[in-house]
């Protein structure tokens, strides 16, 4: 029998990769307006999975096992509450007879329908009668499988707030009657951007993770990946800043392997060993960013690919052309004139400049006291620069605020150093 422990991870990667999936699918049988509904018969089958697995072992085929566990416990909330009235027109009608119910459902769950599903899930999610920070909440939640904290922390705020923004969401969806289905014209537009706003979150969380023991969640990378490589399949959907975000994806991802060493510890880019890095996903990289060069357009996602592109094609960090990522930084600032942007500008323009540069851009950045990355990036200009007290002070700041163990103990070792 396989270890609580073993299962319990088991089900957490699971929950990740299919819980969306399954959301999306009963949504699109139930109605957006029956999302919760969706999600408790999501919930009560990974908390019988637990159990029974627990009890005996995990199956062969898992995601399977919940798929087959959440279509029958569909089928018999449908049968219960006798609701079939309320839920999606087009299902109504088969889902009255017992000889169409279950060949209806189980239809909804082959894979080019879950495709559709999560595709019309993430575009319902971003209706533009849900206020922005609502859409990308609501999709990291209920498409991404992200915690309340996880969200809060993707956007520097706090777990009330989100949690109040989810709320307001589902319910201007039960109020207005929103519809899961893919838009056209501007308002495709429009609600694109706010998905790959969710995918790039959700990948960012991956990549430096929120979570006190995983600096590195390389499942909600592979996540963000695969719904962002959907977006590119579709014919509505393949718009360049599509292929320049997966682009992107693909050059950070090939790093993932090299950030941390054998005992968890961090290792920053300057020390990273880049034949650890990814050629083929680096290949991908450059791939989708051709791809993403007609029709023309310039976006924020071709901005940070090409940023990527330039560490991906350096033979080592001190062959890095600094000056052209500074000026991609200055470009990208005027797209997105957010702190965080600033603070990467900042530290590239101490390899494109000078370190005083780079101090002076930093000390003028606001918005960022409570972020540990902003001032373990001062900490390591003023260590740099020869002055042990003030990187010291810095690094203590930086070891305050952030909950990772691998940042903790990295910071432990720069204050260590600041002291010999």
């Not at 819980?19 to 990974?46: C, H, M, W």
């Not at 989100?162 to 501007?186: C, N």
């Not at 000056?323 to 101490?350: D, M, R, T």
Request: charged fraction near 25%; include cysteine.
């Amino acid at each position: 029998m396989q270890p609580t422990a073993n299962i319990h991870q088991t089900i957490d990667h699971l929950f990740r990769h299919e819980s969306g999936k399954i959301t999306a699918v009963l949504t699109r049988l139930l109605g957006f307006q029956n999302l919760e509904t969706a999600q408790d018969i999501v919930q009560d089958t990974l908390l019988q999975a637990m159990s029974t697995w627990s009890y005996s072992s995990v199956p062969d085929n898992p995601a399977g096992w919940l798929y087959k566990v959440a279509k029958n416990k569909a089928i018999d909330f449908l049968r219960r509450e006798k609701r079939f009235r309320k839920i999606r027109p087009q299902y109504a009608y088969r889902l009255q007879s017992e000889y169409s119910l279950s060949p209806t459902v189980n239809n909804l769950f082959l894979e080019n329908e879950i495709q559709d599903s999560q595709l019309r899930m993430m575009f319902a999610c971003c209706h533009p009668l849900i206020p922005v920070e609502s859409q990308i909440a609501l999709t990291l939640k209920t498409l991404c499988g992200l915690s309340i904290n996880e969200i809060a922390n993707a956007f520097l705020a706090n777990d009330e707030m989100i949690a109040k923004r989810i709320y307001r969401a589902k319910e201007k969806i039960k109020a207005v009657q929103i519809e899961l289905e893919v838009p056209d014209g501007d308002e495709l537009q429009e609600r694109t951007d706010a998905v790959l706003k969710s995918l790039y979150l959700v990948f960012n969380e991956g990549y430096n993770s929120s979570n006190p023991d995983n600096l590195i969640r390389e499942d909600l990378c592979e996540e963000a990946i695969r719904l962002c490589h959907m977006l590119t399949q579709h014919s509505l959907t393949c718009f360049p800043r599509t292929y320049a975000l997966l682009s992107l994806f693909c050059f950070q991802s090939s790093r993932l392997h090299a950030r941390l060493d054998d005992k968890g510890h961090i290792i920053i880019l300057k020390y990273q060993d880049r034949d650890k890095w990814s050629r083929s996903l680096i290949k991908k990289g450059f791939d989708y960013l051709e791809m993403a060069a007609e029709p023309f357009e310039v976006s924020a996602y071709h901005l940070e690919a090409a940023i990527a592109s330039i560490h991906a094609a350096a033979a080592s960090f001190d062959e890095t052309d600094w000056n052209s990522i500074y000026h991609l930084y200055e470009l990208l600032y005027q797209v997105q004139p957010n702190p965080v942007v600033a603070l990467n500008k900042g530290i590239a323009s101490a390899y494109a400049i000078s370190k005083q540069h780079a101090l002076d851009e930093l000390q003028k950045i606001d918005g960022l006291k409570n972020h540990h990355l902003y001032f373990a990036s001062l900490g390591e200009l003023y260590f740099d620069m020869k002055e042990p007290l003030k990187a010291k002070e810095q690094f203590e700041k930086a070891w305050q605020l952030t909950t990772s163990i691998s940042e903790k103990n990295f910071l432990a070792e720069k204050i260590s150093l600041c002291n010999n």
